[in-house]
């Protein structure tokens, strides 16, 4: 479980989130959706541990998230654009980051094999495509079985087919019990996963619900169409 309870971040004069309240159950996907600069990437660092709040309280699994660190076994994260040695080989990689965590030395076998990584993981990561690159990302986050699962835009730079994968891999997840929170500009992907949306704007949460809710509440029929209505009607 995520528990987010009056979270505020500045940067300088600059407020990115206000006493913002979110709560994300096991079993549950949560959508976080809001135009550039709304503040969702500082709330999913500010959940990871990577950017300190100013005030609020966030918790994983019941852990407080603070500089002991205990709740960070309980995550498996997929950035937008992951950062590895490229000296490294995939295989590397993965020995590598299970020995940080005393976990796992080898990947999911069965999920290599969806995502055509077999033949991929002796090579170092240098010559690898930038989507190849992100297939492994996506391995990385499920290495540890971890409880809560965050992926910023998971499927950026990813064919329909590898993230027809990874979509059939988070739903997995979901069925295991786990809890889930992605950002996605791509509305079917959200439209497709997702239990509920929340929308952020100017860092307050202006909508949480599910995305019939939202077309109900906005009286359009794509998703797309509805966030829309929900900013305009926010900046008059």
């Known amino acids: 479980m995520i528990r987010v309870t009056g ?3 500045a940067f300088g004069p600059l407020q990115v989130l206000r006493k913002a309240d979110l709560e994300i159950r ?3 996907i949560v959508a976080l959706a809001g135009p550039n600069a709304s503040g969702k990437t500082t709330l999913l660092r500010c959940i990871l541990g990577l950017v300190r709040a100013d005030a609020g309280l966030i918790e994983v699994c019941g852990s407080p998230v603070d500089a002991k660190g205990a709740y960070r076994s309980r995550i498996g994260y997929m950035p ?3 950062s590895f040695p490229r000296n490294l080989t995939g295989e590397d990689l993965i ?3 299970g020995g940080l965590r005393h976990g796992p030395r080898r990947a999911d076998q069965a999920l290599l094999e969806s995502f055509h990584l077999l033949g991929q993981m002796q090579k170092p990561l240098r010559v690898l495509s930038g989507g190849t690159r992100q297939k492994i990302s996506a391995v990385l986050a499920f290495l540890f079985n971890p409880d809560v699962l965050i992926f910023d835009e998971p499927t950026a730079g990813l064919d329909p087919v590898s993230s027809s994968v ?3 891999q988070i739903l997995a997840a979901r069925a295991a019990g786990k809890t889930i929170l992605l950002t996605s500009h791509t509305m079917s992907e959200v439209e497709e996963v997702a239990d509920r949306m929340v929308f952020l704007l100017e ?3 202006n909508f949480n ?3 019939s809710a939202l077309r109900d509440q906005t009286g359009e029929r794509s998703l797309e169409r509805a966030l829309a ?3 305009r009607g926010n900046e008059l």
């Open 26 to 28: 096991p079993g549950e």
């Open 203 to 205: 860092g307050r949460i």
């Open 209 to 211: 619900g599910t995305v």
């Open 80 to 82: 937008q654009t992951a």
């Open 166 to 168: 990874l979509r059939d």
């Open 7 to 9: 979270l505020e971040k």
């Open 95 to 97: 020995a590598f980051v």
């Open 229 to 231: 209505t929900l900013m």
